[in-house]
């Protein structure tokens, strides 16, 4: 089993900034890729950020130059650093990890979500 808790969600101003978190914890042998999706209302979700065990990312365009997607591999945690907010970021924020458990079997789980509101 692996767990997710996500933090960081809130209500803010077009504009500032927010930061979220997601701590994997559990039995599993590695993580590999960790990232971040999003689903506004009425709409599917779609990938904002991702980040393989080496550090490399990959970015939504409508996010480039404004969120920055980071890990911290001794404690399983991704973070997103999301600035200059728009009211189109206004979205549930997923954080999604892949793995490996120790029986060679991969794994995908997801967080609960967490909301970001952005007004204008």
């Known amino acids: 089993q692996v767990q997710l808790v996500e933090s960081g969600g809130g209500l803010v101003q077009a504009g500032e900034s927010l930061r979220l978190s997601c701590a994997a914890s559990g039995r599993f042998f590695s993580i590999n890729a960790m990232g971040w999706f999003r689903q506004a209302p009425g709409k599917q979700r779609e990938l904002v950020a991702t980040?393989?065990?080496?550090?490399?990312?990959n970015y939504a365009d409508s996010v480039k130059g404004r969120f920055t997607i980071s890990r911290d591999n001794a404690k399983n945690t991704v973070f997103l650093q999301m600035n200059s907010l728009k009211p189109e970021d206004t979205a549930v924020y997923y954080c999604?990890?892949?793995?490996?458990?120790?029986?060679?079997?991969?794994?995908?789980?997801w967080g609960q979500g967490t909301l970001v509101t952005v007004s204008s």
């Open positions: 980040i393989t065990s080496g550090g490399s990312t």
């Open positions: 999604n990890v892949a793995g490996v458990f120790f029986a060679s079997r991969d794994f995908e789980v």
